[in-house]
């Protein structure tokens, strides 16, 4: 037992999504930008990665976490998001998962946190009755009604936005929005990613876009929208998705449909919804989500030099 490595986390779910927060034992990453910070992690400690959210211990469809000491001293923490496939820059749901660890910890109290991520700051609020608020980076349209020719299914027109991920968002797909439909739903999204891959469309500087975001009416008067999100790893979000709504309240904004300050109601695919609204900063679009974490549970993880998949099962890996 002595030879065996110890990763202290704890798990939570924000509106059905789960995260991972490593709390102990996470790689020593220096203390430079966090961008740079992610660059070492991906090259240098990506085991780890596979380590903490891959089975046997993990799934594809967990995000996880690592704090870390921010650059910016006004800020709370640093955190670093990664999933299945890789790392992600902002995850909204993975951080309100964080402000609700956080909490349960005793490291923080009801009130305004600022924490600092690979692309940026992000501004939250711990209320009262235990929701929390984002006001995510900076959100915007980068291309508007761009059609691509996707096998099987015809031609789909959507949108390329950032929303601290890069998405693709798309009305007119011809699906119902509803979990009984999943994986119809996921092979529609796959097939948009590759068609978008094969005719060159991607984000600023030639990023790849790989979230999908398809849209339908909501199934409750109590939301505005419904939506189905295909993250990196074929994994679907199953929370409204933080930086999706995100993407979609830029789109919103911009068009004229919804006004500064105004609610949109964004419905997920287990019918859990996320309040949104967005603000205009600098000619910036600025987003702000609220939503709630559950812990779940307090774990440490074990790593015995001699099980083979101490370091997670790789898709294609022999079981």
Known sequence: MSDFQRIRVLDSHTAGEPTRVILTGGPELG??????????????????????????????????????EPVDRTCTAGVIFFNNVGYLGMCGHG????????????RIQPGEQTLETPVGRVVTTLQADGRVSITNVPSYRLAKDITVPVEGHGDITGDVVWGGNWFYLVERHGEEISFANVERLTALCCAIRDALARSGVAGANGAEIDHIELFGPPATAAADSKNFVLCPGRAYDRSPCGTGTSAKLACLLSDGKLQP???????????????GQATMRNDQIIPTIIGRGYITAEATLLLDPADPFRHGIISGEPT
């Open 95 to 106: 951080m309100i998962g964080v402000v609700a660890t956080l909490a349960y910890l005793n």
């Open 31 to 68: 203390s430079g930008p966090l961008a740079d910070r992610l660059r070492l992690f991906r090259e240098r400690f990506d085991d780890l990665r596979r380590t903490v959210i891959l089975e046997p211990r993990g799934s594809d469809v967990l995000v996880g976490a690592l704090l870390c």
């Open 261 to 275: 300050g105004q609610i949109w109601r964004q419905e997920g695919i287990l019918g859990t919804i996320f309040e």
